[in-house]
């Protein structure tokens, strides 16, 4: 199967729908974030340095617009490889980009041994768009509890997928 890639349409959209912040932030679940949602990894908090585009960039003193840019490119080319690696049928773009846009935000393992993948690949496309409603919780004091955001995010994700 043909390898795919997020539409900038669609990262122009995420980065509008999510929001972004040139210097960093403690997200909902109080983890320490920059750009449009980039997890700040426990190297990068130590270093105090980002790798962008092969570039050493010291995130404390905030980031440029366009190294936001490469660096939600950037975040998002693992999701692509990830869904890329598990999806065996043919998908459209937009099913395509709701997809990556869920495995960059719950992660590799979980997007692997989702049912929601599973659907995809028995090629149950409206109960794929079903399955994204599940991933809308975080942790908060050990606690999975619904995250508002995540809700409306898995709405527009479904939406896009189903488009």
Same mark, same amino acid.
């Given at each position: 199967?043909?390898?795919?890639?997020? =539409?900038?349409?669609?990262?122009? !959209?995420?980065?509008?729908?999510? @929001?972004?912040?040139?210097?960093? #932030?403690? !997200?909902?679940?109080?983890?320490?974030?920059?750009? +449009? @949602?980039?997890? &700040?990894?426990?190297?990068?908090?130590?270093?105090?340095?980002?790798?962008?585009?092969?570039?050493?960039?010291?995130?404390?003193?905030? &980031?440029? !617009?366009?190294?936001?840019?490469?660096?939600?490119?950037?975040? #998002?080319?693992?999701?692509?490889?990830?869904?890329?690696?598990?999806?065996?049928?043919? +998908?459209?773009?937009?099913?395509?980009?709701?997809? +990556? =846009?869920?495995?960059?935000?719950?992660?590799?393992?979980?997007?692997?041994?989702?049912?929601?993948?599973?659907?995809?690949?028995?090629?149950?496309?409206?109960?794929?768009?079903?399955?994204? =409603?599940?991933?809308?919780?975080?942790? +908060?004091?050990?606690?999975?509890?619904?995250?508002?955001?995540?809700?409306?995010?898995?709405?527009?994700?479904?939406? &896009?997928?189903?488009?």
């Amino acid at each position: 199967m043909k390898k795919m890639q997020t =539409s900038q349409a669609f990262l122009a !959209d995420i980065r509008a729908s999510e @929001g972004t912040s040139k210097t960093a #932030y403690k !997200d909902t679940a109080g983890k320490l974030t920059i750009g +449009v @949602g980039h997890l &700040l990894t426990d190297r990068e908090l130590f270093d105090g340095h980002i790798i962008i585009e092969a570039r050493r960039v010291d995130w404390r003193k905030g &980031l440029t !617009d366009e190294e936001v840019g490469a660096l939600l490119r950037q975040d #998002y080319q693992n999701a692509e490889r990830i869904v890329n690696a598990s999806v065996k049928v043919p +998908v459209t773009q937009n099913q395509f980009d709701a997809m +990556v =846009s869920l495995a960059f935000n719950i992660g590799e393992g979980n997007f692997r041994t989702s049912t929601l993948l599973k659907q995809v690949n028995d090629s149950n496309f409206p109960g794929a768009a079903q399955q994204f =409603s599940r991933w809308n919780k975080e942790t +908060v004091n050990g606690q999975k509890v619904e995250n508002k955001g995540l809700t409306a995010r898995r709405r527009r994700e479904a939406n &896009l997928f189903l488009a």
